[in-house]
């Protein structure tokens, strides 16, 4: 399977409000054929360029969102240890086993979501190094 199908198989399994946050391997890739397509210098330079601002503008966007959900993860991680500390002191009241499993619950999410932003930033930094290696 190729790299692009393998790509986008992995786009359509991640989170729905995730898939326009990949970095956009259909377009570099039609760039990178264009520079290597090109014959005069001209065309080739505007190519380029475009490359490089289109990889640019793209990694900004993929970091954006990197870190906007790694600011997201420390606060839940944060409400969480002390939803886990009041339930094991007993703060929380007679909170009894449903309230422990809705907390084990909700950091099992987080692990999970933790889980998919690292292969978020894996795929996306393999798109980047496949299309240095081309």
């Given at each position: 399977?190729?790299?692009?199908?393998?790509?986008?198989?992995?786009?359509?399994?991640?989170?729905?409000?995730?898939r326009?946050?990949?970095?956009?391997?259909?377009?570099?890739?039609?760039?990178?054929?264009?520079?290597?397509a090109?014959?005069?210098s001209?065309?080739?330079?505007?190519?380029?360029?475009?490359?490089?601002?289109?990889?640019?503008?793209?990694?900004?966007?993929?970091?954006?969102?990197?870190?906007?959900?790694?600011?997201?993860?420390?606060?839940?991680?944060?409400?969480?240890?002390?939803?886990?500390?009041?339930?094991?002191?007993?703060?929380?009241?007679?909170?009894?086993?449903?309230?422990?499993?809705?907390?084990?619950?909700e950091?099992?999410?987080?692990?999970?979501?933790?889980?998919?932003?690292?292969n978020y930033s894996?795929?996306?930094?393999?798109?980047?190094?496949?299309?240095?290696?081309?």
């Amino acid at each position: 399977m190729k790299f692009g199908k393998r790509l986008q198989k992995q786009v359509t399994e991640s989170l729905p409000e995730w898939r326009d946050k990949f970095l956009a391997y259909k377009r570099l890739k039609k760039l990178v054929r264009l520079v290597s397509a090109s014959n005069s210098s001209p065309r080739r330079a505007a190519a380029e360029a475009a490359f490089v601002r289109l990889l640019d503008g793209e990694v900004d966007r993929f970091n954006a969102f990197f870190l906007e959900q790694e600011e997201e993860f420390v606060i839940l991680h944060r409400e969480l240890q002390e939803m886990v500390k009041k339930v094991a002191t007993g703060e929380a009241g007679p909170c009894g086993a449903a309230e422990i499993r809705r907390v084990r619950k909700e950091i099992v999410d987080l692990h999970g979501e933790m889980v998919l932003l690292l292969n978020y930033s894996a795929i996306n930094y393999t798109v980047i190094s496949n299309r240095h290696r081309n």
